[in-house]
Protein backbone atom coordinates (compact mmCIF):
# COMPACT_ATOMS: atom_id res chain seq x y z
CA UNK A 1 0.00 0.00 0.00
CA UNK A 2 1.38 3.19 -0.66
CA UNK A 3 0.63 6.00 1.79
CA UNK A 4 1.89 8.59 0.06
CA UNK A 5 -0.69 8.59 -2.58
CA UNK A 6 -3.40 8.84 0.27
CA UNK A 7 -1.62 11.59 2.33
CA UNK A 8 -1.57 13.50 -1.36
CA UNK A 9 -5.24 13.13 -1.86
CA UNK A 10 -5.86 14.16 2.22
CA UNK A 11 -3.76 17.54 1.75
CA UNK A 12 -5.82 17.71 -1.58
CA UNK A 13 -8.88 17.84 0.30
CA UNK A 14 -8.63 19.71 3.01
CA UNK A 15 -6.83 22.68 0.77
CA UNK A 16 -10.56 22.14 -1.30
CA UNK A 17 -12.89 21.99 1.95
CA UNK A 18 -10.89 25.36 3.17
CA UNK A 19 -11.37 27.07 -0.12
CA UNK A 20 -14.66 26.63 -0.28
CA UNK A 21 -14.50 27.54 3.95
CA UNK A 22 -13.24 30.82 3.00
CA UNK A 23 -15.83 31.57 -0.23
CA UNK A 24 -18.55 30.75 1.93
CA UNK A 25 -17.50 33.31 4.78
CA UNK A 26 -16.54 35.92 2.74
CA UNK A 27 -19.70 35.63 1.06
CA UNK A 28 -19.92 34.39 -2.23
CA UNK A 29 -22.01 31.89 -4.37
CA UNK A 30 -20.27 28.68 -3.53
CA UNK A 31 -21.48 25.03 -5.75
CA UNK A 32 -21.16 21.60 -4.68
CA UNK A 33 -18.43 20.24 -6.27
CA UNK A 34 -20.71 16.63 -6.15
CA UNK A 35 -24.54 18.16 -7.33
CA UNK A 36 -23.95 22.05 -8.13
CA UNK A 37 -26.31 23.16 -5.83
CA UNK A 38 -25.45 26.08 -3.90
CA UNK A 39 -24.04 25.64 -0.33
CA UNK A 40 -25.63 27.34 2.51
CA UNK A 41 -24.30 28.30 5.80
CA UNK A 42 -26.04 27.45 9.16
CA UNK A 43 -24.92 28.91 12.43
CA UNK A 44 -26.15 26.69 15.39
CA UNK A 45 -25.04 27.17 18.80
CA UNK A 46 -21.16 26.22 19.18
CA UNK A 47 -21.34 25.34 15.76
CA UNK A 48 -21.12 26.58 11.57
CA UNK A 49 -22.50 24.07 9.18
CA UNK A 50 -21.76 24.45 5.58
CA UNK A 51 -24.01 22.32 3.58
CA UNK A 52 -26.01 21.64 0.31
CA UNK A 53 -29.46 20.78 -0.01
CA UNK A 54 -28.81 17.06 -1.04
CA UNK A 55 -25.50 16.74 1.71
CA UNK A 56 -23.04 16.20 -0.57
CA UNK A 57 -20.94 18.52 0.88
CA UNK A 58 -21.21 19.04 5.06
CA UNK A 59 -18.91 20.56 6.61
CA UNK A 60 -18.82 21.31 10.57
CA UNK A 61 -16.86 24.22 12.32
CA UNK A 62 -16.54 24.42 16.14
CA UNK A 63 -16.78 27.91 16.96
CA UNK A 64 -15.94 29.52 20.06
CA UNK A 65 -18.24 31.96 21.45
Known amino acids: MDFSEIKTRQKRSFTE ?4 IKKALAGKIVLCPQCHQRIGIQQLPGILKLQ ?3 GCTDLELTVDI
Open 17 to 20: QKQL
Open 52 to 54: CQK
